[in-house]
């Protein structure tokens, strides 16, 4: 199961004298319940696969063409990004597209057959509502993050939209209805969007409860959302019977949150079949291809994404196996390495969420990693679960990263209430920058310091300073976009000038990198102050061969002067690799 917040040993919690809640996942191999549904559908051949077809964005007619000479269809296509979901029952037919002049990356997108579903979608039903008689109390979770506090200054604009990529979302729920944007809802349920009214309804009950921790209306009964006045969109990217989320999925639900004007997505699952996948191989890469650039898309559209951690209590920061996947055939056990990742958590610029539970404590069950973990959020543990909507007006607990995932969107949709102009970079900025941070208990496993560790990131996210001013403001983070090679062997600046902040740097001054590099062991990082003092960030060790320095590294700056301009620099000691820095942030 890919659901973030529902594994075997993490069921959900309901507590006494709440609604019974399932898990939305019916009981049956997935395989089998596929074919039943495949027996229906006229037209629909056995064998039938998805594929991604990766090619240069602008016009994917040349590629679209191949996908027909080679025995395959095109379902749908997004030239934006270059890339084409294919169906196709032959089983060459990956390699013999790998073969066309101008495609990158061909891969399959699971390893079992495409429903029938596919072609002519069943519309989820519309649950029967239960009204409640439930007053809003103060639950432990949104007291954690000072919630309670932030709606006395600001419940969100409804300005606002978070979009809330899940298993759907009743959109008639007493908590949800006031705030519901139907007008921009929609399933990417097979890869294409299907614009049906309806079409976004929960098939399970998961995006549902998501959809009430991030703004559940404030109106006096039930439950409350972190960011009550903004606007919740469903993006159902879950199938039914088997409320899986392969990659076509994930990437359209990203090109729709792009082209749509979401200020934020919600992500509490992982892409199926594979909970990590590796860029050795060639299916597994071309999902990571596909679904990286539809983030990208997404993000250069304005969207912020934010994503659970996942629950296996497994380090992401050192990975070694992987027993789970394929999760919709038979698992098997693999070797893997830190170049795999499970995305979208770990794709550059998402925002990744580990879980506590009640008590400022991790919660036992959320994955880690130092350098991968950005922020924590309640996500429940044991008796102490995420209260939240679910599917009929009812209410109930779930525990988990998936949990957590939508608190910090929250926390960010009120980021951008305040600041109608921040970017994602400035949302994840200071997400991290006004999180409060959290020690590492006695726990070998938590590396790091207080201030930034594998547990908890840069700490827990506070819905009271995203509203009261206390963070960053305007005018005190700054960024440089700009593309600067770096070629082997060389040394190369970025810089960034800093205006209007009087006296000396922080103490605690942040430090955004995003440097893209084919072996980051060559790397050495530096900050140049505009004295020209050198601070530095990191000396990679030689034999780290992973991809790409994506981090926040905070400097002791309190002896410079703020204003002027301070530089990033960029030295590879060796040969054959190469690589550029994308971009770097200061937050003071």
Same mark, same amino acid.
């Given at each position: ?14 507590p ?5 809640v ?12 596929a074919a $039943?549904?495949?027996?229906t559908?006229a037209g629909w051949a056995a064998?039938?696969?998805?594929y991604?077809?990766?090619t ?6 040349a590629?679209?063409?191949?996908v ?7 379902f ?10 294919a169906h196709s ?12 002049a ?9 390893t079992s057959d495409?429903p ?11 649950p029967?509502?239960s009204p409640t008689t ?8 949104m007291t954690?993050?000072n ?11 409804p300005a606002? $939209?978070v979009?809330?990529?899940d ?8 908590d949800i209805?006031?705030?519901f ?10 890869g294409k969007?299907?614009?049906?009214a309806g079409a976004?309804r ?12 991030v ?5 006096g009964?039930g439950?409350?959302?972190v960011?009550?006045g903004?606007k919740?969109?469903?993006?159902r990217i879950?199938?039914?019977s088997?409320?899986?989320f392969f990659?076509?999925n994930?990437?359209?639900g990203?090109?729709w949150?792009g ?10 699952y992982?892409t199926d079949p594979w909970m990590?996948?590796c ?6 890469a ?9 983030q ?6 304005g969207?912020?994404?934010v994503?659970a951690?996942?629950n ?18 038979t698992?098997v ?5 830190n170049?795999c990742?499970?995305?979208p ?13 009640n008590?400022?404590i991790?919660a036992?069950y959320s994955?880690?990693?130092r350098?991968?973990i ?8 044991g008796?102490s679960g995420?209260?939240?909507t ?10 988990g990263?998936s949990?957590a995932?939508p ?6 949709a009120?980021?951008k209430?305040?600041d ?5 970079a ?8 006004q999180?409060?941070d959290t020690a ?7 590396t790091?310091?207080t201030?930034?560790n594998?547990f ?12 009261g ?6 005018g005190?983070?700054?960024?440089? $976009?700009?593309?600067?090679?770096v ?20 103490a ?19 900050l ?7 601070y530095?960030?990191?000396?990679f ?5 992973a ?12 002896s ?21 820095i994308d971009?770097?942030?200061?937050t003071f």
């Open positions: 199961m890919s659901v973030a917040a529902v594994g075997a040993a993490l069921a959900l919690a309901t006494a004298g709440a609604a019974d399932d898990t939305g996942l019916p009981s049956g191999p997935a395989t089998a319940r $039943t549904l495949a027996q559908a064998g039938t696969r998805s991604l077809v990766i240069a964005p602008g016009d994917t007619s590629a679209r063409n191949a027909t000479a080679n025995g395959g269809s095109v749908a296509h997004y030239d934006t990004i270059g890339v084409v979901v029952s032959s089983a060459d037919f990956a390699t013999a597209m790998r073969s066309v101008g495609v990158q990356k061909v891969g399959a997108t699971r495409v029938a579903d596919a072609y002519s979608p069943t519309l989820p039903g519309a029967a509502q439930l007053t809003e109390t103060a639950r432990w979770d954690r993050i919630a309670d506090k932030a709606w006395a200054v600001s419940t969100g604009s606002v $939209t979009g809330v990529l298993t759907g979302v009743d959109e008639r729920h007493q209805a006031p705030n944007d139907a007008a921009d809802s929609v399933s990417c349920a097979y969007a299907d614009t049906r976004w929960d098939v399970g009950t998961h995006g549902t409860h998501v959809a009430g921790t703004a559940a209306a404030k109106n009964k439950v409350v959302g960011a009550p903004v919740i969109a469903s993006v879950a199938e039914p088997t409320s899986m990659a076509e994930t990437i359209c990203f090109m949150a082209d749509r004007g979401f200020d934020v997505t919600n992500n509490s992982y990590f996948n860029p050795d191989d060639p299916d597994q071309a999902i990571i291809e596909g679904v990286r650039r539809a990208e898309y997404a993000e250069g559209k969207s912020l994404q994503a951690a996942g296996s209590n497994y380090d992401l920061a050192n990975k070694r196996t992987d027993s789970s996947s394929p999760n919709d055939s698992p056990n693999r070797t893997i390495t170049a990742v499970d995305i958590t770990e794709l550059p610029g998402v925002v990744t969420v580990a879980a506590m539970g008590g400022n991790r036992s994955n880690f990693g350098d991968v950005d922020v924590a959020a309640p996500g429940g543990d008796a995420v209260y939240s679910l599917p009929g007006g009812k209410y109930g607990n779930m525990n990263t949990m995932s608190h910090v969107a929250g926390v960010a009120l980021l209430s305040a109608p102009a921040a970017t994602p400035d949302l994840r900025a200071r997400l991290g920058v999180a409060t590492c208990p006695s726990d070998s496993r938590c790091g310091t201030a930034k594998a908890f990131g840069e700490g827990q996210v506070d819905a009271l300073k995203a509203v001013g206390t963070g960053p403001q305007p005190r983070y700054f960024e440089n $976009t700009t593309d600067v090679t070629a082997d062997n060389a040394t190369v600046d970025s810089p960034i000038t800093v205006t209007g902040v009087t006296g000396n740097a922080p605690a001054l942040k430090v955004g990198v995003d440097v893209k590099h084919t072996y980051r062991g060559d790397l050495v990082l530096s140049v102050a505009p004295d020209g003092s050198v530095s960030l990191e000396d060790a030689n034999g780290d061969g991809d790409n320095v994506v981090k926040t590294y905070t400097v002791d700056a309190s410079e002067t703020a204003s002027g301009t301070w530089k990033l620099r960029v030295r590879d000691i060796a040969s054959q690799d190469t690589g550029r971009a770097w942030n200061l």
